[in-house]
């Protein structure tokens, strides 16, 4: 059985830095594509950033280039996402993604 575990959100203050888990069981991610999604308040999910199994690149949301970093530890089957310089905006419950597959969420929020 596949699992998604996110950890590692909370509040933050703006400028703060926080950075998210997602641990995979039942599933070996080395091959996969993974990706990092958020969903904030009446807002639609999207894409923030996401490794590539085709080419082994990454893709970053224009809204986080810079402050984003995306990270993965094969033998730890987790790959992570590095959040520095966080804005308001960035408040959302983020998402781990593989194919056919979704983490549970973690609420991140940015505010004084």
């Known amino acids: 059985q596949v699992q998604l575990v996110e950890s590692g959100g909370g509040l933050v203050q703006p400028g703060g830095s926080l950075r998210l888990s997602c641990a995979a069981s039942?599933?070996?991610?080395?091959?996969?594509?993974i990706g990092w999604f958020r969903q904030a308040p009446g807002k639609e999910r999207e894409a923030v950033s996401c490794?590539?199994?085709?080419?082994?690149?990454?893709y970053y949301a224009d809204s986080v280039k810079g402050r984003f970093t995306i990270s993965r530890d094969n033998a730890k089957n987790t790959v992570y996402l590095q959040m520095n310089s966080l804005k308001p905006e960035d408040t959302a419950v983020y998402y781990c993604?593989?194919?056919?597959?979704w983490g549970q969420g973690t609420q991140v929020t940015v505010s004084s």
């Open positions: 490794f590539s199994r085709s080419d082994g690149s990454t």
């Open positions: 993604w593989i194919p056919n597959y």
């Open positions: 039942g599933f070996s991610l080395d091959n996969s594509h």
